[in-house]
Each structure stands twice: as C-alpha cells, then as structure tokens.
T-cell receptor, first 113, second 112 residues
Framework: DTAVSQTPKYLVTQMGNDKSIKCEQNLGHDTMYWYKQDSKKFLKIMFSYNNKELIINETVPNRFSPKSPDKAHLNLHINSLELGDSAVYFC????????????FGEGSRLTVL | DAKTTQPTSMDCAEGRAANLPCNHSTISGNEYVYWYRQIHSQGPQYIIHGLKNNETNEMASLIITEDRKSSTLILPHATLRDTAVYYCIVRVHGTSYGKLTFGQGTILTVHP
C-alpha cells in the first residue's frame, strides 16, 4: 500500500499544452509538497500546503497552480507547457509543517516536446 | 539554512561499512543534520537526523563531531541496494516548513 502515490508516472506532451499531475498520501499527514528535479538532478521545492493552505511558494511561474482539495491530496496543474518544464516532479508529505522527515512519492517524469 | 559540502562520489565494497562525510562548518546551534538518499528512479528517502549526539536507527548511524562542523553517515554493512545519491542537509528543526534544501549529494556506488 503506497504511502505517497503520484499519477501519472510518465507524461509526454507538446509545448503549449496543459497537464496535471495528481498526488495522494495515505499517511494522515497534514502537509504536502511538490519538488522539481531538473536534468542536472537538483531537487528544489516548489510548493507546500498545510491542511489545504498554501504555505510555501518558491517563486514558481504562474503557469504552475497547485490545488489541494483535502489534506490527503495535492495536485499540480501546469498551463502552457514549455520545454524547460521537462523534469521529474516529486510529491511529498510530512506529519506537520515543521517536520523534517518527508515521505516522497516515486516521481512523475514530464517530457515536453 | 547552513550550506553543506560532500564528496561528489564514493565507492564501497559490498558487506563493508560505507562512511559518507559531510562538512557543515557554518552550522548554527539550532540546526539539525538530516540525511536522505535517492536510489535511481525513485523518490528521496529519509535516513536519519541528529542535533549533536550520535544517532542510530535500523538504516544507519550518524556521527556528529563535537564542534558540529562535520558529520559522517555510516552504513554498517553496505549492500548493492545501497547504491544511491546521499544528501546531507542542514535545517533548523521545527521551522522552515519542511523546506529541505538539497545539494548535489554524494553518489555512493557499492560494488560486489
């Protein structure tokens, strides 16, 4: 039973399209995150939600819009996809907003052509 | 959060201890040392964290020097499945809203 699950695992799309990645955690955690890992393998935080409320927004372009319908779900919608959006996107969760132990999903590899 | 420095890569023979160093010379008194690893094509995995005392769990041991300017992650009996990128992260515990700043990490290769 996967703790943090993301769908889809792979996503290939054309420039200009809009796409979404979904994330669900069954750990009962209050806080969820989106991280981006680029081609150079650097992992950077994008967003964090605590009990459905946005608490971190790391100067990500407005084309990226996270949505948290409830504290177990955090989805990432990307409008007008660009080549530079190609990356692996990781969802994570933690017990609360101050915890340093994060549980990551397996990642969603987005390729923009 | 303080910056960390790790070797780019290390090798280890299977069954031997893997000792991964991390330098965090600018660490503050309220900053913890966290270790994560990322096995190829998987998400990062939490390993261990500590403040100033040595810590041990089922995965690894963390040795922090007395001046807290460096630490070593020890995998006591490395296996091939331990081949991964290991990240040493320094973070103020209880704040930063779970914001982990990942560096380049150390690529550990465990060979037969």
């Amino acid at each position: 039973d996967t703790a943090v699950s993301q769908t889809p695992k792979y996503l290939v799309t054309q420039m200009g399209n809009d796409k979404s990645i979904k994330c669900e955690q069954n750990l009962g955690h209050d806080t969820m995150y989106w991280y981006k890992q680029d081609s150079k393998k650097f992992l950077k935080i994008m967003f964090s939600y605590n009990n459905k409320e946005l608490i971190i927004n790391e100067t990500v372009p407005n084309r990226f819009s996270p949505k948290s319908p409830d504290k177990a779900h955090l989805n990432l919608h990307i409008n007008s996809l660009e080549l530079g959006d190609s990356a692996v996107y990781f969802c994570a969760s933690s017990q609360d907003a101050h915890a340093g132990e994060l549980f990551f999903g397996e990642g969603s590899r987005l390729t923009v052509l | 959060d303080a910056k960390t420095t790790q070797p780019t890569s290390m090798d280890c023979a299977e069954g031997r201890a893997a000792n991964l160093p991390c330098n965090h010379s600018t660490i503050s008194g309220n900053e913890y040392v966290y270790w994560y690893r990322q096995i190829h094509s998987q998400g990062p995995q939490y390993i261990i964290h500590g403040l100033k005392n040595n810590e041990t769990n089922e995965m690894a041991s963390l040795i922090i020097t007395e001046d807290r300017k460096s630490s070593t992650l020890i995998l006591p009996h490395a296996t091939l499945r331990d081949t991964a990128v290991y990240y040493c992260i320094v973070r103020v515990h209880g704040t930063s809203y779970g914001k982990l700043t990942f560096g380049q990490g150390t690529i550990l290769t465990v060979h037969p």
